[in-house]
Nanobody, 127 residues
């Protein structure tokens, strides 16, 4: 089972940028599709972005499309989320997630499809 540890969160002003990292260990990272989710208190965890195991296919939630970029480096067992033009409504705890992917092309959008989760990293965007 792969273990995930997020980093890179923090406080940033609106319009600024942050890059989140998620380091994986304990499993064959290149066989896992990866995703990023976020959650604010009192709300459901929501999908942000997903990437297939090879890194060639990505998908984004509409609120972040054009501002966030998901990528991965399989040699470093790490997935990234580059967040630009941040808005106060992006404030949340961000989680990375993983699941074994049977197909090279698969990525996953639903929280229930992921089997492994990190502990989360707080992102706060001030206005």
């Amino acid at each position: 089972q792969v273990q995930l540890v997020e980093s890179g969160g923090g406080l940033v002003q609106a319009g600024g940028s942050l890059r989140l990292s998620c380091a994986a260990s304990g499993g064959p990272f290149s066989l896992y599709a990866m995703g990023w989710f976020r959650q604010v208190p009192g709300k459901e965890r929501e999908f942000v972005a997903a990437i297939n195991k090879a890194g060639g296919s990505t998908y984004y939630a509409n609120p972040v499309k054009g501002r966030f970029t998901i990528s991965r480096d399989n040699a470093k067992n790490t997935v990234y989320l580059q967040m630009n033009s941040l808005k106060p409504e992006d404030t949340a705890v961000y989680y990375c997630a993983a699941r074994w992917a049977p197909s090279s092309y698969s990525y996953f959008l639903a929280e229930s499809e992921y089997t492994n989760w990190g502990q989360g990293t707080q992102v706060t965007v001030s206005s």
